[in-house]
Structure formats: C-alpha cells, structure tokens
C-alpha cells in the first residue's frame, strides 16, 4: 500500500495495531524520550507512539513510525524491502551503462516525469505565530545543548543548476525565528551552502515534516551525484510526488507536507551547536554550526510532527539505515559484480564497520578496499572485513568464527581505512561433518 502523507501511514499503523495513542499530557523535556528509548527496545511492545497532547503545543508528535524492519518496509508500500532492492537490482542489470550513477540517471529519465507541480496547495495552510515555538521540539537527553528537530528533511537546491537535495540533519532550535544545523563534510546540504556563500550570497533553505513517509526514508539515503531524491523515490516506488513551491523561494517541497519550515543561511553566521546525544550513544561536541533564520514557519491544520530519538542502539534510525543497505548494495554491486553481499551490523553503528562477501577474483585487498570505499555505502566505514562468498555474513557466529580463526592474519594489509581479509581463514581445513 503506498502512502502519500504521513498521516495515511498513521492510520494504517493504527488500523494495524502497530501504533499506540497517549492521550496523557507529556512532556516534550526529556519525558517523551525517556518513553520512546523504552518502548523502542522492548520486543513485544515497540510500537510508533501518537502523543496527542504534548505541553507547550497544540500539535500531536508521532515517534517510532520507522521503528522496525516491518514498519519501515510499510513506510516504503511493500512487505520486504528485498521487493525495492530486487526491482533495482533488475533494472540496473538491464542497463549498458557501467557506472550505477548513469545507470540511475538513464532510468529516472526513461520514467519521464516523475514529479509532479501542484501549486495549489500549501496556499491553505496556517502560519505558526510563535514560529519554531508553535511545534513540539523534543530535547531527548539531559546534556543535549537544547531542542532539535531531528526528522527534517532539509530542501537546498544549487545556486546555478538548481538542482535540489534533500537529507535529514539535525537542527537545534535556539529561539522562535533562529536554528542551527549540522551538516557533515560532503553532505549535499553543505555543498550547496558552500557554493552560495561562494558567491557571498545568502542560501535559502526549506525543512519539510511529514508528506510521503518514502521521501523522509529517502532523504536519508546518500544518492549518488544529480540524482534528486524526489526523482528517485518516485521512480523506485512507481508513485510521484506533488511539489509545491515553497512561499519564500522556488524550492519544490512535497505538496501534502505537515509542515513547512522557511529560512535563509547568511554567509559567515555560525554560532555554537551541541552537545547532541547521537546514534551512538555518545554526545557530541560543541562546535560551530550555521545559523538559519526562520522566515515562515506553516502547517496544515491538522499538522502531526514527526520526530525520531537517537542515542544508545538500536533506536528508529537502525531501521532506516538497514533499508539504505539493502538499496545501496545493489548499487554497489552494478559498480563491482563481484561483490556477492554486504551487511553493516548494528554493532558498528551501520556505517561504521561492514562486512562484504566477495567472489574469488584477481585483485589484491588492498584495490579491493580502495574500490569498496569508493562507493556511498563503505565511503564511512573505519573496518571492511572481507570473506568469501560462501560465508552468511548475517550469520554473526559464522562470520566471528572465521574472523577469529583466519590462518593468514600475518598476510593482512592493514590500512589507513582498516581491512580485515579472512577470505582464506579456515575454509580448506575445516571439518565438516
Ligand atoms: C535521524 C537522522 C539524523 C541524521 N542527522 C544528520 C546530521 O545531523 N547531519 C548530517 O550531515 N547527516 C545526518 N544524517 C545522515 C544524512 O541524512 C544522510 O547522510 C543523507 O544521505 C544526507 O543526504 P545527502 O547525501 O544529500 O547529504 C542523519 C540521518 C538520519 C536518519
């Protein structure tokens, strides 16, 4: 079932028994979060959470939407994810073209129009008075610098092509009418801040929470180079998206968005933001972030705002990122045909560490690391571990029995983005019985 709001996707969790209503008043200060970290790592209870009444605000807070691998395939109109990831597959195969970049551009474009211009909508919805005040901005942790919106997807576009990205980073609020977001190095949203300021000109920017529940997964997926995250969702789900031209600039948000956050990044206007308790568990340090200043900030009437807590694992965003693997890895495998399967365990915060089963080919670890970390899916992982084909890299004993086993440590290349090779480890001698 595709949904092309968020709210179509509430209701299905709760026509599906996968969400639970709070009608208690809650506490948006560390109250709310405290309730999510339980629920989310409780097995027979992780359900979304509604707060209906949230102090401080009349607009209810969804948490925990993308909380499994169940609910975030939900989110995407399938069962399995493996669904999406075949269809690509499939469709990458079919392709002449070598690198998966072009192979994806050439596929969006054969799909024509995917996005659709609906100008009529948002002109109905209501403006917040109290700007960033009006919404239910958690603060998740008790050191945590302030409030943050934490499931924004963040509308930038290129000052000269225009071309938009759209990614979730965080963004903390420090009053009604300013935030500070944190992009990271090579991050599209900061790429696009650099070139406008290049120029000596102020970038505009536009937050979106809510719409297509697709979109807000994809915009935490790392896409490669031209390939808007509007196109790829729509070409991937076979649903297009209606954009609406925001009121402030011509940035194209989804149509049906909760609610819209407007604002522009002078040049040189940073400002400290942090300390932030993150994915994994640890706080960040305070360090200078740039400054938005809010222009508008508007809502449909019936607004939800969605959030998610990170911190200790697993939290909501290991069910994204699980998903991101499953679509990035077949990606990677247009790149490399000889990769056979990738998994980034939990363990290592997804990103931080992977496993990669690989066929037996000529080049030597080293070239092999060099063109794993090319990709989007390894280009952050601190430790590969490389096995052989046959390995069932989600089999977590498997994989630590051969690691630990590996007869060749002596011949491991060690590198500045660490390798471990057990390729060779123990599959000759062992005993099968
Ligand atoms: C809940 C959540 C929070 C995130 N916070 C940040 C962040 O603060 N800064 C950042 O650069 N990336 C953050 N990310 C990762 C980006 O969204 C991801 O790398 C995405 O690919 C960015 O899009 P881009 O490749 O267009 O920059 C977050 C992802 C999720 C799911």
Redesign the pocket.
Known sequence: MYFSDLQKFINHLDATGALKRVKDQVDPYLEVAEIVNRVCKESDNNRALLFEDVKGTTIPLIVNAFGSTHRTASALGVECIETLANKLKLDLDKSAEKESGKALLDLIQAKGNLEKINEAHLQSYLQCGKGLHDLPVLHSWPQDGGRYI??GQVFTQDPDSKIQ??????LQVVDEQTALI???PG????DHLQAWHADGVAMPIAIVLGGPPTLTWC?????PSGVT?TAFISYLTGHSIDLARCRNSDILVPANAEIVIEGMLSPDDVSDEGPFGN?TGYYTEVSPAPVIKIQSVYRKESAVYPC?V?GPPPME?VY??EANERILLALLQHDLSWVVDVHLPLEGIYHRAAIVSIDEHGETATEINQLLRQSKLLKNSRLIILLDRDCDLHDFREVYWRVINADCWERNEVLAGRMIDARKSTKRNRIII
């Open positions: 934490t499931l990205n759209c990614g979730i980073y965080r944190r992009f990271h991050s599209g949203g900061g915009a935490g997926l790392s896409l995250e994915h998610t990170v965003n994204l990122a």
